[in-house]
């Protein structure tokens, strides 16, 4: 495999722009059928978007946080389910960045320039709560590990090249396994079967006896034992997406207003773009996205200040700002996306037209975490100064 390079920040919004106005076109298609967009994920890693963020000492643009940011902004307006399946790849490019030893940065950053693709083995099912990982490292007299366990919600580990598996080692700490698609006991099924984010492929993972060597393994829990950014850049990125579902749909219901809805007989006017009180809930709508693009730009700013010079006070601004704009984010693409159907009328909950996969999407992927914990987090800090926990959801 081979791939571009991307030289700066400049470039990859460009090729951000590009590939997402290539995307828009087949996403309600892709939604519909649930095909699962290959092709797509083809062209993004022959982009070299997916490795902007590899230090520039290994040959990366490493780009700041707020160009990445936009990045999942545009893709996620033109398709929130093919956003969607690259964050978990950015977010386990960081663990490397933090915890890689200087062989293993050097190995797996060349990998991503290359186009290699990290997919996600997180989440698991059945256990108390979703920091309940039970997934095992069982040490082998070699020095390598043997993986054992089942993974659920796998975004992107069905297309990955590499899947970061999360796992407990000696002590029940975390670590971080990269394994190959295709390594011996590995299984990934495509079952996935979400009302939105229907081509994310967030199925299962089944992990048996998988043979780790130990270069392929990171100490994830020693993220958290100091300041850290992990938790508040994977969130910007749900950010991001939750922004950029929102702008698209708000784009659609404006297209669809100008050019097929009626106007309502008592409104007086020749046009459904005429009509006062539909300009109005426009116009109030256009104030929640364009609030939330704001956040968003806040949050990334913050986000790479602290980078520059990371304490715990720095890091707690950080995710503040990151749990303020995931939680308005959130907020108001489920609104737009429900209010699509209140100003364009009847026909755009026709089936055949899949106007309502926004509202599936905003649904579905504002549930990945809890906007409440965030807000929790926000006022504890406001009222006492209390910095919020370090844990990989804020």
């Known amino acids: 495999?081979?791939?571009?390079?991307?030289?700066?920040?400049?470039?990859?919004?460009?090729?951000?722009?590009?590939?997402?106005?290539?995307?828009?076109?087949?996403?309600?298609?892709?939604?519909?059928?649930?095909?699962?967009?290959?092709?797509?994920?083809?062209?993004?890693?022959?982009?070299?978007?997916?490795?902007?963020?590899?230090?520039?000492?290994?040959?990366?643009?490493?780009?700041?946080?707020?160009?990445?940011?936009?990045?999942?902004?545009?893709?996620?307006?033109?398709?929130?389910?093919?956003?969607?399946?690259?964050?978990?790849?950015?977010?386990?490019?960081?663990?490397?960045?933090?915890?890689?030893?200087?062989?293993?940065?050097?190995?797996?950053?060349?990998?991503?320039?290359?186009?290699?693709?990290?997919?996600?083995?997180?989440?698991?099912a059945g256990t108390r709560h979703v920091q309940d990982i039970r997934t095992r490292l069982t040490p082998r007299p070699d020095g390598s590990f043997l993986l054992t366990g089942v993974k659920h919600y796998s975004t992107g580990a069905l297309f990955a090249d590499w899947i970061p598996v999360l796992a407990r080692a000696d002590h029940d700490d975390l670590h971080v396994a990269y394994v190959p698609r295709d390594a011996p006991g590995v299984t990934v099924v495509d079952d996935w079967d979400g009302m939105g984010q229907r081509t994310t492929a967030s199925g299962t993972v089944h992990l048996t006896d998988v043979p780790v060597p130990a270069d392929r393994v990171l100490p994830h829990h020693l993220t958290f034992r100091g300041p850290q950014l992990h938790g508040a850049v994977a969130q910007l990125l749900h950010a991001a997406i939750d922004v950029g579902i929102a702008d698209g749909a708000l784009a659609e219901a404006a297209e669809f207003v100008r050019t097929k809805s009626r106007p309502w007989f008592e409104s007086g006017v020749d046009t459904a773009a005429e009509d006062p009180l539909v300009i109005q809930r426009f116009g109030e709508l256009a104030v929640g996205t364009r609030a939330s693009r704001a956040l968003l730009r806040e949050a990334a700013r913050t986000v790479e200040e602290a980078r520059a010079d990371l304490t715990d006070d720095s890091a707690a601004e950080a995710s503040i700002a990151v749990a303020a704009a995931k939680a308005h984010a959130a907020r108001t693409a489920v609104e737009v996306a429900d209010a699509l159907f209140e100003l364009a009328g009847t026909r755009s909950a026709l089936n055949s037209l899949n106007l309502h996969r926004h509202w599936r999407d905003a649904r579905t992927h504002t549930l990945h975490d809890p906007a409440r914990w965030k807000i929790q987090h926000i006022g504890r800090y406001v009222l006492s100064g209390t910095r919020p926990p370090r844990h990989g959801l804020l």
């Open 1 to 124: 495999m081979s791939a571009h390079v991307i030289a700066d920040d400049a470039e990859a919004l460009a090729v951000a722009r590009s590939l997402a106005d290539g995307f828009r076109a087949g996403a309600g298609a892709r939604d519909s059928e649930r095909r699962l967009p290959r092709a797509e994920l083809e062209r993004l890693s022959a982009s070299g978007l997916l490795a902007v963020t590899v230090p520039a000492e290994h040959g990366g643009a490493d780009v700041d946080a707020t160009t990445l940011a936009e990045i999942f902004r545009l893709l996620a307006s033109a398709d929130g389910s093919l956003a969607q399946i690259p964050q978990s790849h950015f977010v386990y490019v960081n663990v490397i960045r933090r915890q890689g030893t200087e062989e293993q940065r050097k190995f797996f950053f060349a990998e991503l320039l290359a186009g290699r693709r990290f997919g996600n083995a997180q989440s698991e």
